[in-house]
């Protein structure tokens, strides 16, 4: 995702001048924020000090639980979100939460789904650098005032996103998922992808610390309309485009074909190489004999751990899957197993690759012959 990030700027550079547009960055500055409790803390000290209690989650906790209980009892309240809770009460419960969230002992059973909203739009809003960072809040004001189609607009939202520090990344993509489950109820709740997004915006582009002036208020529009294009088309913004994943083979097969060529050039290791082709003995057959066109699959936690699969122009990565789970699907504990886990492209010209189950297979596979394929859980 590094190198993914350093393509996605140039992408965008190239992209806004291209179109005419100057691609606008605020200077980043050192925003300082508490370093303990959970409002008003930056989103990277809050998942150093959560994934000491559970290791590799990508999401507060406090901010998964805020969306949790909105989740199981206020999708269907009417005016969730645009009703406002209880000042008082929110005030209340935001003290309480404080004090009482990391001991397991705050009962989110009293919290009324007004109030839960209110507390979820306090907790973005207190943030010390906003979601979309400091950094490139023009740039997404700006693909709404100076492009006008939406395909377009889509571009360059999808290389923004990837631009945005994995916390915050993820930390908005786990609020869009929501957002999305809002909508899909607004018959109940009465809250339209036009409500959401008019509601919303104001809580993700003017940030703790800064007052709203004329000018900004006058952008409501446009961050409502950055909004809705960030919660209809999320399915394809968390997507890496085919053409930055190319670029990232490119660059780490450079990197092994300058290694390669330095160790040739080391006459220590030239040495070894020739007493080793001397001593080596008959070879024997290995992985590199598998026919053009066959993958042999690796499946470690299932108990037919490995499988050797023609390829056609059809097969897809679910094929494989299926495969897979004809062959393991004795148990109920290996049928659970399967529905969670993804085909993954390891090594070669790739670091680790999750394959969208519709991924034609021989494609990738000609992308980067060298890989091993393994199925395993999902990575987000």
């Avoid at 059809?314 to 004795?330: G, M, P, V």
């Avoid at 969670?340 to 790739?350: A, F, K, M």
Wanted: a positive charge; charged letters at 25%.
């Amino acid at each position: 995702m590094k190198k993914i990030c350093y393509f996605s700027l140039i992408e965008l550079t190239a992209f806004y001048d291209a179109l005419g547009i100057e691609l606008k960055r605020n200077r980043t500055e050192r925003i300082k924020g508490r370093e303990n409790g959970l409002f008003g803390v930056p989103l990277a000290v809050l998942l150093e000090n959560d994934q000491k209690k559970v290791p590799g989650i990508k999401v507060p906790l406090i901010f998964q639980k805020l969306l949790l209980k909105l989740e199981e009892t206020g999708l269907e309240t009417e005016g969730i979100l645009r009703v406002p809770g209880s000042a008082s009460r929110v005030k209340s419960l935001h003290q309480e939460i404080e004090t009482k969230f990391d001991e397991d002992a705050f009962d989110w059973d009293q919290v009324r789904n007004n109030d839960a909203a209110g507390l979820l739009k306090m907790f973005i809003r207190e943030l010390p650098s906003p979601l979309f960072t400091m950094e490139y809040l023009p740039a997404f004001i700006s693909l709404v005032e100076k492009i006008s189609q939406v395909k377009l607009q889509l571009q360059a939202l999808q290389l923004l996103i990837l631009l945005l520090p994995d916390a915050s990344r993820d930390a908005v993509k786990a609020l869009l998922q929501f957002l999305k489950k809002v909508v899909a109820n607004e018959k109940k709740n009465k809250m339209t992808l036009w409500n959401v997004s008019m509601i919303i915006a104001p809580n993700l582009f003017i940030y703790k610390g800064k007052r709203a002036n004329q000018e900004e208020m006058l952008a409501a529009a446009t961050t409502a309309h950055v909004v809705r294009l960030l919660i209809k088309y999320q399915d394809i913004l968390w997507t890496v485009p085919t053409f930055l994943i190319s670029q990232v083979r490119k660059m780490n097969e450079a990197t092994i074909n300058n290694t390669k060529r330095q160790l040739m050039f080391d006459k220590g290791v030239r040495r070894l190489l020739r007493r080793k082709t001397m001593e080596r003995e008959r070879p024997e057959k290995t992985e590199s004999d598998i026919p053009e066109g066959v993958i042999r699959v690796h499946a470690p936690s299932h108990s037919k751990v490995s499988m050797a699969i023609q390829l056609n122009s059809q097969t897809k990565a679910k094929d494989i899957l299926a495969r897979f789970h004809c062959e393991n699907s004795h148990t109920s504990s290996e049928k659970m197993k399967m529905q969670t886990q993804r085909l993954h492209e390891i090594g070669g010209n790739i670091g680790q690759h999750c394959l969208d189950p519709d991924a034609y297979m021989l494609d990738v596979y000609r992308a980067n012959p060298q890989a091993e394929w393994v199925i395993k859980p999902k990575i987000s």
